[in-house]
């Protein structure tokens, strides 16, 4: 199993930017598809990103497609969600994911596909 730290959330008003971090320890998880999840008061968590193993194939929510890109380098151990033109609805807890499994992602992005979480980090978004 991996450990997953993020960082980066924040406050900021509509219609700026956001990079979140997200920093990985454990074996494996260059093999595994990794994930960006959210959850706003009152909500369910929400898949919003997801990155394939080699970091070649990405896919997105409808509700952050063409604003958010998330990315990995395997070699630092590392995963990001560049967050642009941030809307009042991004407002949320914000975290990264490990899928329980090796190889390809589920573009469903279902909560229950993952078995490693962080803590979350708080992204606030202002209008």
């Known amino acids: 199993q991996v450990q997953l730290t993020e960082s980066g959330g924040g406050s900021v008003q509509a219609g700026g930017s956001l990079r979140l971090s997200c920093t990985i320890s454990g074996f494996g998880y260059t093999r595994k598809c990794m994930g960006w999840f959210r959850q706003a008061p009152g909500k369910e968590r929400e898949g919003i990103a997801v990155i394939w193993p080699a970091g070649a194939k990405t896919f997105y929510d409808d509700s952050v497609k063409g604003r958010f890109t998330i990315s990995r380098d395997n070699d630092k151990n590392t995963v990001s969600l560049q967050m642009n033109s941030l809307k009042p609805e991004d407002t949320a807890m914000y975290y990264c994911?490990?899928?329980?499994?090796?190889?390809?992602?589920?573009?469903?992005?279902?909560?229950?596909?993952?078995?490693?979480w962080g803590q979350g980090t708080q992204v606030t978004v202002s209008s």
């Open positions: 994911a490990a899928d329980r499994y090796y190889g390809s992602c589920n573009a469903n992005m279902e909560r229950g596909d993952f078995d490693s």
